[in-house]
T-cell receptor, first 113, second 113 residues
């Protein structure tokens, strides 16, 4: 079946640094990918829609300059958390749509010290 | 603003029993209703999904019941097993908007031996 891969699975960084998370669709092309954020024991909240070759669409309340999204190819979207702070610590999950089905990556747990 | 309301928040079922999780929505533009299963530290995995043109869909031990007039849908897990213990999320999306998912808050299911 369709697979979406995220890297890294875990990342720990110091406050003030930037972290890049990659999301790849391994066996299909995705013009649109989605980035979600999940706090412990909570639901997934849509952060932004990543569109190949164009600017991402951010949900209300999500800082565009803090969460930079790049969708450079039909199989890769990246999320960069810039100047990370402890409150950015969370589980970040991407998904891609294939034949109308949302396939999720395994998630990336970010811990900012 | 939670567009999909899910209940119960947690559920304990004995092995072999039926687990029932309910969701309700308001936006009549939603036309795709998936259920996802999530284990700790992992991304969500699609279990089963339904569209409004059918009232029920069954795949193995999992059944979705859909009531369009009431704007409600539910997941039934028959013959629940300890391996089904996980968090379940209902979601809804609009296919013409790219399938960005609006998730319920999740139900933590525990199936006891």
């Amino acid at each position: 079946g369709a697979v979406v891969s995220q890297h890294p699975s875990w990342v720990i960084c110091k406050s003030g640094t930037s972290v890049k998370i990659e999301c790849r669709s391994l066996d299909f092309q995705a013009t649109t990918m989605f980035w979600y954020r999940q706090f412990p024991k909570q639901s997934l909240m849509l952060m932004a829609t990543s569109n190949e070759g164009s600017k991402a669409t951010y949900e209300q309340g999500v800082e565009k300059d803090k969460f930079l999204i790049n969708h450079a190819s039909l199989t890769l979207s990246t999320l960069t958390v810039t100047s990370a702070h402890p409150e950015d610590s969370s589980f970040y999950i991407c998904s891609a749509i294939t034949i109308g089905v949302g396939v999720f990556g395994e998630g990336s747990r970010l811990t900012v010290l | 603003q939670q567009q999909v309301k899910q209940s119960p928040q947690s559920l304990i079922v004995q092995k072999g029993g039926i687990s029932i999780i309910n969701c309700a929505y308001e936006n009549t533009a939603f036309d795709y209703f998936p259920w996802y299963q999530q284990f700790p530290g992992k991304g969500p995995a699609l279990l089963i999904a339904i569209r409004p043109d059918v009232s029920e869909k069954k795949e193995g031990r999992f059944t979705i019941s859909f009531n369009k007039s009431a704007k409600q849908f539910s997941l039934h897990i028959m013959d629940s097993q300890p391996g089904d213990s996980a968090t379940y999320f209902c979601a809804a999306s609009i296919s013409t908007s790219g399938y960005a998912l609006n998730f319920g808050k999740g139900t933590s299911l525990l199936v006891t031996p």
